[in-house]
T-cell receptor, first 113, second 113 residues
Framework: KQEVTQIPAALSVPEGENLVLNCSFT??????LQWFRQDPGKGLTSLLL?????REQTSGRLNASLDKSSGRSTLYIAASQPGDSATYLC????????????FGAGTRLAVHP | DVKVTQSSRYLVKRTGEKVFLECVQD?????MFWYRQDPGLGLRLIYF???????EKGDIPEGYSVSREKKERFSLILESASTNQTSMYLC????????????FGPGTRLTVT
């Protein structure tokens, strides 16, 4: 069964800290991996997409990496700010899966001033 | 910018009513998805569509049906609403031009009383 797991479930850090969110998946036949941000009561905002042929993607203070052989992805947030407080979701699609995403449970991040 | 819109942000319906949730995307995406999100259960796929008039069941299709008569519009139908269908409903779309990155709408918070 294809599964996506995120660790930790929750994280609280002081402003300015660099942090890493972890995501693992059980099937190496990954097609895409996508990181999302969700604010309370809102929809999901796509942050980064990594295709299976790529190793990492960067957008501003965010960097996401993909290691298919170990079944892991990390989201690195540099110089965290209180506005980064949200739930971060990792989701993977697998070959032959009609591009359906399988979601992790998310990491709830709180950045305090 | 990709835009996915949903017909209502909040909806309150009575048990037994037939409920229509509408989703529209403006990027000519071939794939569209309906998810529900519940605390502790994460995001679960209800139905998806990979072309006009084509649909596939997701993980939890029971009690729901869908319609896709036009490429830009994907409707979720609750045939006879029940209290256990109280949830946040999220629509998404993806297409090959954007490497199947999924884009989400703002969500509809449905309460069935």
């Amino acid at each position: 069964k294809q599964e996506v797991t995120q660790i930790p479930a929750a994280l609280s850090v002081p402003e300015g800290e660099n942090l890493v969110l972890n995501c693992s998946f059980t099937d190496s036949a990954i097609y895409n991996l996508q990181w999302f941000r969700q604010d309370p009561g809102k929809g999901l905002t796509s942050l980064l997409l990594i295709q299976s042929s790529q190793r990492e993607q960067t957008s501003g203070r965010l960097n996401a990496s993909l290691d298919k052989s170990s079944g892991r992805s990390t989201l690195y947030i540099a110089a965290s700010q209180p506005g980064d407080s949200a739930t971060y979701l990792c989701a993977a699609s697998f070959s032959g899966g009609y591009n359906k995403l399988i979601f992790g449970a998310g990491t709830r991040l709180a950045v305090h001033p | 910018d990709v835009k996915v819109t949903q017909s209502s942000r909040y909806l309150v319906k009575r048990t037994g009513e037939k409920v229509f949730l509408e989703c529209v995307q403006d990027m000519d995406h071939e794939n569209m998805f309906w998810y529900r999100q519940d605390p502790g259960l994460g995001l679960r796929l209800i139905y998806f569509s990979y072309d006009v008039k084509m649909k596939e069941k997701g993980d939890i299709p029971e009690g729901y049906s869908v319609s896709r008569e036009k490429k830009e519009r994907f409707s979720l139908i609750l045939e006879s609403a029940s209290t256990n269908q109280t949830s946040m409903y999220l629509c998404a779309s993806s297409g090959w031009e954007s490497s199947y990155e999924q884009y989400f709408g703002p969500g509809t918070r449905l309460t069935v009383t």
